[in-house]
C-alpha cells in the first residue's frame, strides 16, 4: 500500500505495442539484435578485477539472474517491449533492439545503479534510450510479475509456519518485518520536510515482511521517510487488515502451557508490542526465558534485515543516492526490485556472496524505539516466552 497518488492520463497502450483491429500492419523490421550478450561480455568483461572469467557467471554478475531465470522474465513482458515501426527502439547500428536487450538494459541500471549515460555506453546505446527501455520494463513487470509477492494462501502459511517452528521454536510465527530508507535527492520546490528524516536525509520508506526464506510476503513503500516506523506500519494496509481480522487470523496453537497463542509476526523495538507483532523484551535485568525468547525472537527478525541487505545489494539502484527521482514513479522502481529478489528466490538462483550489502540496510541511521505496549501483546509475548522456556527444558531433562 502506497499514499494516494494524484490521478493519472490514461496510459496509451498502442504505444507499448497492443494492437486493435484499426491498427495498420507493422513494417517489417531492419534486422533484429541477436548476438547481444556476447558484444556486450567482450566490450565489459575486463571492466573490472571482480567480473568472473566464466560466462554463465559473468552473466549473473551482471544481470543478478541465471540465464534461465533472464529467459523467465523476458517471457514475462515480452507482449509489451515487442519493438516494431515507427516506436521501434532503434541502436547505434541501426537494428531493432531485441526483448533480451531491452531486458539487460533494464536489469544492468537496477542492478548497478550507474548513470543511463554508463549504462547506455556498456550496451551502445544512448541515454534517452535506457531511460526508455527501463521505464517500459517496470511498467510492464509492476503488471506481469506482481503475482511473485502476495500473502501467503492457507496451505502455504502452513508451510511457513511450520518452517519458522521447526528451525526457531517459535510456533504459529508468520514472518519478519523491517523498513528501510530509500534516500534521494530532491529539487528545492520538492524538499519538504516530510520527504527529511531524522538523518536530514530525503528519503521515502520501504517496509517489507518476509517468510523464512527470505521472500518478501508483504511491502508497503511510497511513504515519507520522515515517518517513524511505527507510524509507516500504522499507515499500511497490512495493518488494517489485521487490525480488522483479515490477516494472522488463522488457526491458533496450545502452548505447552496450555495457553492459546494466535499467528504473528516479528520485529525489533521501533514497532508496537501488539497481540499480532511481537517485539523483544527491553531493559535490565530480564529473567532467563525472557532472554531466551529475545534470542529466538533475534534470530526471526534478522531474516527481514537480511532481506531488505540483499535486496539493496543486488538492486543497487535502492542503496545509492537517487538523483531527483519522480517521486510517483519511485514506488514501482521499488516495488519492481522487490519482485525481481523474490523471482530469484523462486527461480532457485544462487546470488554471487558479495553482492549483499556488508554493513546494515540502513547505515547511518539510529535505531528507533515504539513505547507502545498494547495488554493482549504483552501476555501474548509471556505465553511464548513461558513455552519456549517448557519446550527446552523438556527436551535437556
Known sequence: MAPP???KKTKRKAKFGDKSSTDPKPAEPKALEIDWWYSFWQKNCNSGPAVPTDEDEAFKYFFRVSKKTFEYICSLVRQDLVSRPPSGLINIEGRLLSVEKQVAIALRRLASGESQVSVGAAFGVGQSTVSQVTWRFIESMEERARHHIKWPDPDRMEQIKNQFETTYGLPNCCGAIDATHIIMTLPAVESSDDWCDHERNYSM???????????????VTGWPGGMT?????????????????????????????KTEIREFIVGDAAYPLLSWLMTPYDGKGISASMAAF?????????LAGRALSQLKGVWRILHKVMWRPDKHKLPSIILVCCLLHNIIIDNGDELHANVALSDHHDAGYKEQSCQQVDPDGKAMRETLAGHLHCYEASHLS
Open 205 to 219: 520508506f520501504l517496509q517489507g515482511i518476509v517468510d523464512h526464506e527470505m521472500r518478501f510476503i508483504d511491502i
Open 229 to 257: 516506523v511505527s507510524r509507516l506500519l500504522k499507515c499500511s494496509g497490512f495493518f488494517k487488515h489485521c487490525e480488522s481480522g483479515k490477516r494472522l487470523n488463522g488457526p491458533v496453537r496450545m502452548s505447552a502451557e
Open 294 to 302: 529475545n534470542a529466538k525472537h533475534n534470530e526471526v527478525r534478522l
Open 5 to 7: 497518488k494524484k490521478s
